[in-house]
């Protein structure tokens, strides 16, 4: 005889966001120096989405990164009407991440670049990024 058993389903939900909590990662020297959390945290995860492209490396999985190395060598024109929107499909895959706004496209310091200024709103606070990139 088998055991009886009566299973309750609910139709309620409980979204459960995980923390911020991550290593601090040195990448001038190479280092872990300790944890860090809540907004340091999601500035370094800014950073590192921005700074990794999609699809490139085997240990992240295909929605993490990004896909603006697609831009090299592409008209200038072409760049700035695209740079928004990878940016912004890169970022809006961490649910930390609200919204991306304000963004500025400028000259770069090089004569191949442009500089592309932008707000991150997050659930921590707002986070101003620049980032420099190669056309």
Do not use: C
């Not at 999601?42 to 590192?48: L, T």
């Not at 699809?55 to 695209?82: A, F, T």
Request: aromatic fraction near 10%; charge should be negative.
């Amino acid at each position: 005889m088998l055991p009886q058993q009566e299973v309750v389903y609910s139709d309620e939900l409980e979204v459960i966001n995980m923390p911020s909590l991550t290593y601090k990662l040195d990448f001038e020297n190479g280092n872990i120096e300790g944890t860090i959390d809540g907004m340091e945290a999601m500035e370094q995860v800014i950073d590192k989405i921005i700074n990794t492209a999609r699809y490139y490396h085997k240990i992240y999985p295909d929605w993490y990164g990004n896909e603006i190395y697609s831009l090299i060598g592409q008209d200038r024109l072409y760049v700035e009407s695209e740079i928004e929107r990878m940016i912004k499909e890169a970022l809006l895959t961490d649910d930390r991440i609200i919204e991306i706004k304000d963004f500025t496209i400028l000259d770069g310091e090089g004569q191949e670049s442009i500089l592309v200024r932008f707000t991150v709103h997050t659930i921590f606070g707002e986070i101003k990024v620049k980032k420099e990139v190669d056309i």
